[in-house]
């Protein structure tokens, strides 16, 4: 392994590093599923064409959030009005003691959190500006390199084919593609495994005459995005529901959303792992640390990483002598 390659393995290190530490897997998983898209979307046809496709789809997501924004703006407060009295009537029956005893209090005791940590909202605000900012930045950087995917070292006549920066830049090339395979290889794995439990959830809610069936689903996958909070809000949302039908089904719900979020280490760990031809112990031990790092946005990517460890340390023999040529998998 010579001085360049090295050296292009350093500063890949340190870039993930960095992503870790600065927060921004946003950027990075946004800026990768972009370019997917763009390879999907090409079909060997015209560059232009295929970003304009890509900008139809994104424009096509964004307006869904914002239907699905609005959406639940005003059916989740029917919801409250309606689940919070049989949850109530629920507790008091049980011998258990909540914080609030109907809509109005809830949203007292919310107000009252509210003014009590406007410095805390005000800090969830600027994050969630950030990481907005973060997807449009990945969405410009997917469209960027898809459109000229080439080093300016190449067309650069200040900079000798042969040189240190020519040789450290080529290196590097490797490596950020490497990266993007492992990404598309583990990514079909981490749909199939979004797929199951948005499907799960689906039939449950169904088969049990949930009302807001639809809405359900739609804001588990979205609330599944989000890392932790996101899982809590979703099932709170369907716990709550429950109590519209009985209490009988809301008990039920709950069991059902803490099996599957349990299992779902495990259906990471199972699906990814084979796809990747990595044990189980390994991908599960990866989900975990990425959950901790990164939420789910690490939970996304510690797959990824796995994939790209195990292909770059297979490019070379140990042995210092001989070492192979770098090589996609």
Same mark, same amino acid.
């Given at each position: 392994m +010579?001085?360049p390659?090295r050296?292009?393995?350093?500063?890949i290190? $340190?870039?993930?590093?960095?992503?870790t530490? @600065?927060h921004?897997g946003?950027?990075?998983?946004?800026?990768?599923?972009?370019?997917?898209a763009?390879?999907l979307?090409?079909f060997?046809r015209?560059?232009i064409l295929?970003?304009?496709?890509?900008?139809v789809v994104?424009?096509?997501?964004g307006?869904?959030?914002?239907?699905?924004?609005? /959406?639940?703006y005003?059916i @989740?407060?029917?919801?409250a009005?309606?689940?919070?009295?049989?949850?109530?009537?629920?507790? =008091?029956?049980n011998?258990?003691?909540?914080?609030?005893?109907?809509?109005?209090?809830?949203?007292?005791?919310?107000?009252?959190?509210?003014?009590?940590?406007?410095?805390?909202i005000?800090r969830?605000?600027k !994050?969630a500006?950030f990481?907005f900012?973060? /997807?449009?930045a990945?969405? $410009? !950087?997917?469209?960027s390199v898809?459109?000229?995917?080439?080093w300016?070292?190449e +067309?650069?006549?200040?900079? %000798?084919p042969g040189?240190?920066?020519?040789?450290v830049?080529?290196?590097?090339?490797?490596?950020?593609?490497n990266?993007?395979?492992?990404?598309?290889? !583990?990514?079909g794995?981490q749909?199939v495994?979004?797929?199951?439990?948005?499907?799960l959830?689906? $039939?449950?809610?169904v088969? +049990?005459?949930?009302?807001?069936a639809?809405?359900? !689903?739609?804001?588990?996958?979205v609330?599944?995005?989000?890392?932790i909070?996101?899982? @809590?809000v979703?099932?709170i949302l369907i716990?709550?529901?429950?109590?519209?039908?009985?209490?009988? %089904?809301?008990i039920?719900?709950?069991?059902?959303? $803490?099996?599957?979020h349990?299992?779902?280490?495990?259906? +990471?760990?199972?699906?990814?792992?084979?796809?990747?031809n990595n044990p189980?112990?390994?991908t599960?031990i990866?989900?975990?640390?990425?959950?901790? @790092?990164?939420g789910?946005?690490?939970m996304?990517?510690?797959p990824?990483?796995l994939?790209y460890?195990k292909v770059?340390?297979?490019?070379?023999?140990?042995s210092? =002598?001989n070492?192979?040529?770098p090589?996609? /998998?």
């Open positions: +010579n001085q390659v050296i292009s393995y350093v500063i290190a $340190v870039l993930l590093v960095l992503v530490w @600065l921004l946003t950027l990075l998983l946004t800026a990768l599923f972009g370019y997917l763009l390879q979307f090409s060997r015209s560059k295929s970003l304009a496709i890509y900008l994104v424009a096509i997501i307006v869904g959030l914002v239907y699905l924004s609005r /959406l639940a005003l @989740l407060p029917k919801i009005e309606t689940s919070i009295p049989a949850m109530v009537g629920f507790a =008091e029956k011998g258990m003691e909540l914080p609030f005893s109907d809509y109005a209090s809830l949203k007292g005791i919310a107000l009252d959190e509210a003014k009590e940590g406007i410095a805390t005000g969830y605000a !994050v500006s990481q900012v973060l /997807l449009l990945g969405l $410009v !950087v997917a469209a898809f459109l000229n995917p080439t300016t070292v +067309n650069d006549p200040l900079i %000798a040189s240190f920066y020519a040789s830049t080529r290196e590097l090339a490797i490596r950020f593609k990266l993007y395979q492992s990404f598309a290889i !583990v990514i794995a749909l495994i979004s797929s199951i439990n948005t499907g959830t689906a $039939v449950f809610l088969c +049990n005459g949930f009302p807001y639809v809405l359900l !689903v739609m804001l588990t996958f609330c599944g995005l989000l890392p909070v996101g899982n @809590l979703s099932n716990v709550g529901v429950g109590f519209m039908v009985s209490p009988r %089904a809301a039920f719900a709950l069991i059902f959303l $803490v099996v599957i349990k299992l779902e280490y495990f259906l +990471n760990s199972k699906i990814i792992g084979k796809r990747i189980m112990w390994l599960l990866g989900l975990v640390v990425g959950e901790r @790092l990164m789910v946005a690490g996304i990517f510690a990824v990483v994939h460890v770059e340390a297979s490019a070379y023999r140990s210092p =002598e070492p192979s040529p090589a996609l /998998l």
